[in-house]
């Protein structure tokens, strides 16, 4: 079992930078591949952006690519997600996934652990 814990959500300003962490405990964390997504009311859980257990593949969504970072720190069990140039509509609840030894993937069916989510709010 791998138990995530994110923090660091908060109400910003567009334009604004914010950073997400997801601590990991639990079993071994290195060969996770660790994903973000993000969820709004009414509609379903998208994908943000992953990184496989490696570090050597990384994957983001099209709407968030070049304002967002995902980027882990294997000795903190910690997963990180830099968001840079923030729009109202990255406002959501932001979840990070851990998958057991599956590759990097923007499915959510292909993750096994879920954190509770952090909420990010944008402002215009």
């Known amino acids: 079992q791998v138990q995530l814990v994110e923090s660091g959500g908060g109400l910003v300003q567009a334009g604004d930078s914010l950073r997400l962490s997801c601590a990991a405990s639990?079993?071994?964390?290195?060969?996770?591949?660790m994903g973000w997504f993000r969820q709004t009311p009414g509609k379903v859980r998208e994908f943000v952006a992953a990184?496989?257990?490696?570090?050597?593949?990384?994957y983001y969504a099209d709407s968030v690519k070049g304002r967002f970072t995902i980027s882990r720190d294997g000795p903190k069990n910690t997963v990180y997600l830099q968001m840079n140039s923030l729009k109202p509509e990255d406002t959501a609840v932001y979840y990070c996934?851990?998958?057991?030894?599956?590759?990097?993937?923007?499915?959510?069916?292909?993750?096994?652990?879920w954190g509770q989510g952090t909420q990010v709010t944008v402002s215009s």
């Open positions: 639990g079993r071994t964390f290195g060969r996770y591949t």
């Open positions: 996934a851990a998958n057991a030894g599956r590759d990097i993937s923007d499915r959510t069916y292909e993750y096994d652990y």
């Open positions: 990184m496989s257990w490696s570090g050597d593949r990384i």
